[in-house]
């Protein structure tokens, strides 16, 4: 069986989906769950995120949550679309 991995877009896809399953905000801790990623490459997709103004990180009474902001849904519906597109293909 052929192990597939995933490339970069699905990565940042799968961070913002979490994201969105959970609201639009979720605790570092989960999202580093979900993401099975390690922490030091999480850490570099959301810093890329935060440049990019996709997601924001906020400390609410202490505690860190990351937050999806609206260029963020924007890229996961495009994502989607073109996903769907090209499985349409059998691509």
């Not at 399953?21 to 990623?37: A, E, F, M, V």
């Not at 906020?58 to 495009?78: P, R, S």
């Amino acid at each position: 069986m052929e192990v597939k991995r995933r490339g970069r877009l699905e990565i940042i896809a799968d961070i913002l989906r979490s994201i969105h399953d959970k609201g639009g905000r979720i605790k570092p801790t989960h999202l580093l769950y979900k993401s099975n990623l390690s922490h030091a490459k999480l850490k570099e997709y959301l810093e890329m995120l935060v440049e990019k103004g996709m997601i924001e990180e906020q400390v609410v009474k202490g505690k860190k949550a990351i937050i999806m902001k609206e260029e963020g849904h924007k890229f996961l519906l495009e994502f989607d679309r073109i996903k769907e597109f090209s499985e349409s293909f059998g691509l």
